[in-house]
T-cell receptor, first 116, second 116 residues
Framework: GENVEQHPSTLSVQEGDSAVIKCTYS??????FPWYKQELGKGPQLIID???NVGEKKDQRIAVTLNKTAKHFSLHITETQPEDSAVYFC???????????????WGAGTKLIIKP | DAGVIQSPRHEVTEMGQEVTLRCKPI?????LFWYRQTMMRGLELLIY????????DSGMPEDRFSAKMPNASFSTLKIQPSEPRDSAVYFC??????????????FGPGTRLLVL
C-alpha cells in the first residue's frame, strides 16, 4: 500500500524567510496530493492541493511542486508570517473517477515555527 | 453551514468506562471519517462511511472501538471499555461525493479524550 514520508518533523525559520517541507510517496498510482494546516487546538484545514497532471500550483504565498518521476512533492511558503506557525500535513491518494471510495494516506506532520 | 460539529470537546474518564464521541457532518456531504491523533502515531484513519455505510474499518484498533452512522447527519464513535492508551484527540471529517470537483475533507474541532 501507499506510504508517505514527511520531512523535517520540525522547521524553524525567521519571519520573512521561506519555508520548504518535503514529502515522498511510494505508490506511483497516486494522483492527488493535498496539504493541510493544523493550528493549535483545531482540526486540519486544506490549504492547497495538486493533481498529478500538473507540476506546480501557486496560491499567493504558498506553492506546491510535484515530481512524479522521483515521487516527491513539496510545500513552499514565502515571506513567512507569524500566523504561518502551525503543523503542516501532506497526504497522497489514488483517485479514480469511477470510484469515489478513497482515503488519504497522511505524512507524519511538520511543526513550523516562525521566529519573530 | 456551521461546519463539522463534534461533541464533547473534552472528555475525562476513568479506565473501564464507556466513552461516546459524537459528530454531525456538513449537510450534503456523503463521506464521514473518524481519525485519531497522537504525538506518537500522528493522524490515523479509524473508519469511514459513504452514505451511512461503513466502507473501511481496518483502522479500528480493537473490538473495544465501534462506530455507527444511523443517518446522514449523525455519527458516533464508542470505546468500551476505555483504556489509558486511548487518550488522544479524535477528529471527525466529512467530504462531498468525489468526482474531480471537490476532494476537500472538512475537519471538526476534535474531541480531546483523557482516560485516567
Amino acid at each position: 500500500g501507499e506510504n508517505v514520508e514527511q520531512h523535517p518533523s520540525t522547521l524553524s525559520v525567521q519571519e520573512g524567510d521561506s519555508a520548504v517541507i518535503k514529502c515522498t510517496y511510494s505508490d506511483s498510482a497516486s494522483n492527488y496530493f493535498p496539504w493541510y494546516k493544523q493550528e493549535l487546538g483545531k482540526g486540519p484545514q486544506l490549504i492547497i492541493d495538486i493533481r498529478s497532471n500538473v507540476g506546480e500550483k501557486k496560491d499567493q504565498r504558498i506553492a506546491v511542486t510535484l515530481n512524479k518521476t522521483a515521487k516527491h512533492f513539496s510545500l513552499h511558503i514565502t515571506e513567512t508570517q507569524p500566523e504561518d506557525s502551525a503543523v503542516y500535513f501532506c497526504a497522497a491518494s489514488n483517485i479514480a473517477l469511477s470510484n469515489s471510495n478513497y482515503q488519504l494516506i497522511w505524512g507524519a506532520g511538520t511543526k513550523l515555527i516562525i521566529k519573530p | 453551514d456551521a461546519g463539522v460539529i463534534q461533541s464533547p470537546r473534552h472528555e475525562v474518564t476513568e479506565m473501564g468506562q464507556e466513552v461516546t464521541l459524537r459528530c454531525k457532518p456538513i449537510s450534503g456531504h456523503d463521506y464521514l471519517f473518524w481519525y485519531r491523533q497522537t504525538m506518537m502515531r500522528g493522524l490515523e484513519l479509524l473508519i469511514y462511511f459513504n452514505n451511512n455505510v461503513p466502507i473501511d474499518d481496518s483502522g479500528m484498533p480493537e473490538d473495544r472501538f465501534s462506530a455507527k452512522m444511523p443517518n446522514a447527519s449523525f455519527s458516533t464513535l464508542k470505546i468500551q471499555p476505555s483504556e489509558p492508551r486511548d487518550s488522544a484527540v479524535y477528529f471527525c471529517a466529512s467530504r462531498p461525493l468525489a468526482g474531480g470537483i471537490e476532494e476537500t475533507q472538512y475537519f471538526g474541532p476534535g474531541t480531546r479524550l483523557l482516560v485516567l
